[in-house]
């Protein structure tokens, strides 16, 4: 009776540790209790191990590609996870790392953080991450840098998760870290895309716009760069005498302006979403709704468009 009794508690432990278990596949390995030490093969070099405990798949100098195995093939995939709903699963970087193949990086369901401060390299052919359903969201922080690089057309550097039924899309999430895109489509199919200390350096003027789901700028969809940096932009609010700015619905009056004098305005995440040289002394600048700083040769004053 004992001998059963330990056994049924052994297969229930078992069972519950694999019900949590994220599926993770690297290259030609299934991550597993047994290899998560150290996770290698042919395909794998450097550092490569995942902490079931804290959930935290670890990158160090770890370069990585797609099997070439015909009895392996993935969809093009080089890393594939698929955690549990609710489930966060953490990427840590430590030192230089790269992962190659048509898909260097899919995701499926819970939210994913990339951390540690290192640097990632994805080089592509269709997508650089791709956010299958269920992904909430995706985070890159601690200083930590990704590069997507997929210069191709119809390649997309970041896709989030599609609407399907009831699962949701996906929101990305740039912490104090760094972000570049080489790809036609930069940003694809995300539901918010937040920045917390951390601005858009290019293209200047690109916002986040919920009805296409993509980021935007006055020219259309981001297209071919995208460069997130750490850091927001600081931009000091007086106002000098002479001219004055206001918000109104649809966009902001500035009047009084002296010929031959260079207008901005920027949102409060530092990017510049308006620039112009302008001698009418009356000028009205279309725009949507938020908190703006209106800068007018040297001088700025704060305005709210309703």
């Known amino acids: 009776m004992k001998r059963i009794a ?3 508690f052994n297969t229930a432990m078992f069972f519950g540790v694999f019900a949590q278990y994220p599926y993770i596949k690297i290259a030609d390995v299934t991550v597993t209790p047994d290899n998560q030490e150290n996770i290698t093969s042919d395909y794998i070099s450097g550092t490569v191990r995942y902490d079931s405990a804290s959930r ?3 990158l160090q100098n770890a370069v990585i590609y797609q099997s070439s195995d015909p009895d392996d093939f993935d969809n093009g995939r080089t890393i594939s996870i698929e955690a549990h709903s609710g489930q966060t699963v953490n990427i840590e970087l430590i030192g230089q790392n790269a992962v190659f193949g048509q898909i260097p990086l899919t995701l499926h369901s819970g939210s994913y953080d990339i951390t540690g401060g290192g640097s990632l390299l994805l080089e592509g052919v269709f997508r650089g991450i791709l956010c299958e359903l269920g992904v909430d969201t995706f985070r890159i922080s601690q200083g930590t840098s990704v590069n997507i690089a997929i210069p191709y057309a119809q ?6 998760s599609a609407q399907y039924q009831d699962y949701p899309r996906t929101v990305l999430s740039i912490d104090s870290a760094s972000l570049n895109i080489h790809a036609d489509i930069c940003v694809q199919s995300i539901v918010g895309f937040q920045l917390l200390g951390s601005h858009i350096v290019s293209p200047v003027g690109a916002y986040y716009d919920p009805t296409s789901m993509t980021l935007m700028t006055a020219g259309g969809i981001v297209r071919n760069y995208l460069e997130v940096r750490p850091g927001t932009v600081g931009v000091p609010t007086h106002t000098k005498t002479g001219w004055r700015a206001w918000g109104m619905e649809g966009g902001i009056r500035i009047d009084n302006i002296l010929e031959n ?3 901005e305005v920027i949102n409060m995440q530092g990017q510049v979403v308006f620039k112009a040289a302008t001698s009418d002394t009356d000028t009205f600048v279309p725009m949507r709704s ?5 800068r007018v040769n040297k001088s700025s004053s704060k305005v709210v468009v309703k």
């Open 155 to 160: 390649s997309v550097g970041f896709e989030g």
């Open 6 to 8: 330990l056994f049924l």
């Open 290 to 294: 938020g908190v703006y700083v209106v």
């Open 56 to 58: 935290t798949l670890l």
């Open 261 to 263: 004098s260079s207008v």
